[in-house]
């Protein structure tokens, strides 16, 4: 055990932990599994397969980094630290040794006492909080990273909070940023964690005392349920100040405006996120979903794609939130290798389709399948769409997320009204407001041009309108250079890259030899030539033929 934390430990600080900017304060994660009988033989295997999909995930994802740090303890017959922290991005390998060796610890046995568990239990979250405190002391990845535990057990929560509470209120919890206590329930096991009438005072003062918000949070025991648990760590966790101010119009006895303050949320995981995987949908979101195909690919028409329909939807039973990319329009085929008989009844196929759906407020689920068997050996990526039909007989193609990318959402709706001053102010910013009953996307104007425009003037030209060459540097004395050391420089700029990149000097930097009198008046840039006449010509530019190719090109590149 001591040899495998060693090694555990050297790798995960050979390399340094990346924070994104986008998400600041992510916090490292630390899990606490009870692996203790009888209950780990009911919740071993749902909760290794959910944890072992999660972070084949988790550790595939590209982009900013959302979980930078992950430590795993299990907890049975003694205390064991099964994952000191370690980086979770490019990382499965480790981390699924570390869910196997989880899946193999014995689920028969006896305890040896509530109160044996609950004091492993403490060492467990002390323990992880100095290994985290270590870790970020030898590493540059801050002084303001939080940790946040999470425990997950099959024994009433409510009573593993208290004892939590009672067991750290004495401890170091400053790097703590939330301990969550996860507790699995098999059918028929809800009703044994009711709320203890003999709750004294004494305790509620200890749960007062801990300085660390304890949360409490009953799942069932599915993989699909234990994934929400972990997906939740995938989301933004700042919270220390609002994403979003939605500004209304000020009501009729009000000159201020309103300010609605909200916070984001992202509703799935995009597929842009995941490199490298088959064909998850509509590849429209980022700038290598437009490139052109290879030489080779070229020569070959794209492959047929085939949806196949498995379910009809209600329009009213689809929420917009777990649609993503952008729509295709979809329209009947005008494929000239079809004869004309063929092209009407495919006409009158799409028509009917359209009018049926769009009368009978309807869509229709499709699947992708795919069309070979990834590398990996496994059965490819299965993709769905959303099919919706327009008013202009045509279809919508939607690309829908999957179970697998999906992220908690517990946006619950309300069965109480909103308060009446609330409504009154909401209703008063409203009727300020144009009402339309269509949406016409030519009445929206983005300053895109202008933006584009003012950018395109205030940005510096790919290439200096005017070359010069390292050695012909600014002459301060009276001297001039030997006629040598002028040919070897005008040699060394003709043949030389790095002449491209250097910048014009600004015309009041330049100083002009003493014989050849004060500087001539500032010209504008279209007077070009001036710099081609004259024995000013010659001094500023030994080599003609040069100083002439060079207002050639400034041209060109104008």
């Given at each position: 055990?001591?040899?495998?934390?060693?090694?555990?430990?050297?790798?995960?600080?050979?390399?340094?932990?990346?924070?994104?900017s986008?998400f600041?304060?992510q916090?490292a994660?630390?899990?606490?599994v009870?692996?203790?009988p009888?209950w780990?033989?009911?919740?071993?295997?749902?909760?290794?397969?959910?944890?072992?999909n999660?972070?084949?995930?988790?550790s595939?994802?590209?982009g900013?980094?959302?979980?930078?740090l992950?430590?795993l303890?299990?907890?049975?017959?003694?205390?064991?630290?099964?994952?000191?922290?370690?980086q979770?991005?490019?990382?499965?390998?480790?981390?699924?040794?570390?869910?196997?060796?989880?899946?193999?610890?014995?689920s028969?046995g006896?305890?040896?006492?509530?109160?044996?568990g609950?004091?492993?239990?403490r060492?467990?979250?002390?323990?992880?909080?100095?290994q985290?405190?270590?870790y970020?002391?030898?590493t540059?990845?801050?002084?303001?990273?939080?940790?946040?535990?999470?425990?997950?057990?099959?024994?009433?929560?409510?009573?593993v909070?208290?004892q939590?509470?009672?067991?750290?209120?004495?401890g170091d919890?400053?790097?703590?940023?939330?301990?969550?206590?996860?507790?699995?329930?098999?059918?028929?096991?809800?009703?044994?964690?009711?709320?203890?009438?003999?709750?004294?005072?004494t305790?509620?003062?200890?749960?007062?005392?801990?300085?660390t918000?304890?949360?409490?949070?009953?799942?069932?025991?599915?993989?699909f349920?234990?994934?929400t648990?972990?997906?939740?760590?995938?989301?933004?966790?700042?919270?220390?100040?609002?994403?979003?101010?939605l500004l209304l119009?000020?009501?009729?006895?009000?000159?201020?405006?309103?300010?609605?303050?909200c916070d984001?949320?992202?509703?799935?995981?995009?597929?842009?996120?995941?490199?490298?995987t088959?064909?998850?949908?509509?590849?429209?979101?980022t700038?290598?979903?437009?490139?052109?195909?290879?030489?080779?690919?070229?020569?070959?028409?794209?492959?047929?794609?085939?949806?196949?329909?498995?379910?009809?939807?209600?329009?009213?039973?689809?929420c917009?939130?777990?649609?993503?990319?952008?729509?295709?329009?979809?329209?009947?085929?005008?494929?000239?290798?079809?004869d004309w008989?063929?092209?009407?009844?495919n006409?009158?196929?799409f028509d009917?389709?359209?009018?049926?759906?769009?009368s009978r407020?309807?869509?229709?689920?499709?699947?992708?399948?795919?069309?070979?068997?990834?590398?990996?050996?496994?059965?490819?990526?299965y993709?769905?769409y959303?099919?919706?039909?327009s008013?202009?007989l045509?279809?919508l193609?939607?690309p829908?997320?999957?179970?697998?990318?999906?992220?908690?959402?517990?946006?619950?709706?309300?069965?109480?009204?909103?308060?009446?001053?609330a409504m009154q102010?909401?209703?008063?910013?409203l009727?300020?407001?144009?009402?339309?009953?269509?949406?016409?996307?030519?009445?929206?104007?983005?300053?895109l041009y202008?933006?584009?425009?003012?950018?395109?003037?205030?940005?510096q030209?790919?290439?200096?309108?005017?070359?010069?060459?390292?050695?012909?540097?600014?002459?301060?004395?009276?001297?001039?250079?030997?006629r040598?050391?002028?040919n070897?420089?005008?040699?060394?700029?003709?043949?030389?890259?790095?002449?491209?990149?250097?910048?014009?000097?600004?015309?009041s930097s330049?100083?002009?030899?003493?014989s050849?009198?004060p500087?001539?008046?500032?010209?504008?840039?279209?007077?070009l030539?001036?710099?081609?006449s004259?024995?000013?010509s010659r001094?500023?530019a030994?080599n003609?033929q040069?100083?002439?190719?060079?207002?050639?090109?400034s041209?060109?590149?104008?």
């Amino acid at each position: 055990m001591d040899n495998r934390k060693r090694a555990a430990a050297s790798s995960s600080s050979a390399s340094l932990v990346f924070w994104s900017s986008s998400f600041p304060r992510q916090p490292a994660r630390v899990l606490i599994v009870e692996a203790l009988p009888p209950w780990w033989s009911e919740t071993c295997t749902v909760l290794c397969d959910a944890l072992d999909n999660f972070l084949s995930l988790a550790s595939s994802l590209d982009g900013p980094c959302r979980i930078p740090l992950l430590s795993l303890y299990a907890i049975s017959r003694q205390r064991e630290c099964l994952l000191p922290f370690v980086q979770v991005r490019g990382n499965f390998a480790r981390l699924h040794s570390c869910v196997e060796e989880l899946r193999s610890i014995p689920s028969e046995g006896c305890i040896r006492g509530a109160a044996r568990g609950a004091d492993l239990l403490r060492q467990a979250v002390l323990d992880s909080l100095q290994q985290f405190k270590q870790y970020i002391r030898h590493t540059s990845a801050g002084n303001n990273i939080s940790v946040e535990v999470t425990v997950v057990t099959s024994q009433p929560g409510r009573g593993v909070v208290r004892q939590l509470e009672v067991g750290l209120k004495d401890g170091d919890l400053v790097s703590l940023k939330r301990l969550l206590v996860v507790q699995i329930y098999c059918a028929g096991d809800w009703v044994q964690d009711a709320p203890s009438p003999e709750a004294t005072p004494t305790e509620a003062e200890d749960s007062l005392m801990l300085g660390t918000e304890v949360d409490l949070q009953q799942v069932e025991n599915s993989v699909f349920a234990i994934e929400t648990v972990f997906k939740a760590w995938l989301q933004e966790q700042g919270g220390d100040r609002e994403h979003l101010h939605l500004l209304l119009p000020s009501p009729v006895d009000n000159l201020v405006p309103v300010c609605v303050k909200c916070d984001m949320q992202e509703r799935m995981i995009s597929p842009a996120l995941i490199p490298l995987t088959p064909n998850l949908g509509v590849k429209t979101e980022t700038i290598r979903d437009f490139l052109p195909g290879t030489k080779g690919s070229a020569k070959q028409s794209p492959a047929l794609q085939t949806l196949k329909a498995i379910k009809v939807l209600h329009a009213d039973g689809v929420c917009e939130s777990v649609l993503y990319g952008l729509p295709l329009v979809i329209r009947p085929t005008t494929c000239w290798q079809l004869d004309w008989d063929e092209m009407e009844t495919n006409q009158n196929l799409f028509d009917a389709l359209c009018h049926t759906l769009k009368s009978r407020d309807l869509f229709l689920l499709l699947q992708v399948e795919p069309a070979q068997k990834s590398a990996a050996g496994g059965s490819g990526v299965y993709s769905h769409y959303i099919l919706q039909p327009s008013s202009s007989l045509s279809l919508l193609l939607k690309p829908v997320v999957s179970r697998e990318l999906l992220l908690p959402c517990s946006q619950l709706s309300s069965s109480q009204d909103p308060a009446y001053h609330a409504m009154q102010t909401i209703q008063s910013c409203l009727t300020q407001l144009d009402e339309e009953f269509v949406l016409n996307p030519l009445s929206l104007s983005s300053n895109l041009y202008q933006h584009l425009k003012s950018r395109g003037l205030l940005s510096q030209p790919r290439y200096p309108y005017r070359l010069q060459s390292p050695l012909e540097a600014p002459k301060s004395t009276g001297s001039r250079q030997p006629r040598q050391l002028q040919n070897h420089g005008r040699q060394l700029g003709m043949n030389s890259k790095v002449r491209a990149t250097v910048a014009p000097l600004p015309s009041s930097s330049i100083s002009f030899s003493s014989s050849l009198g004060p500087p001539p008046a500032k010209a504008s840039r279209p007077a070009l030539s001036f710099l081609s006449s004259g024995s000013s010509s010659r001094a500023l530019a030994p080599n003609r033929q040069e100083e002439n190719d060079d207002d050639n090109n400034s041209v060109l590149i104008q």
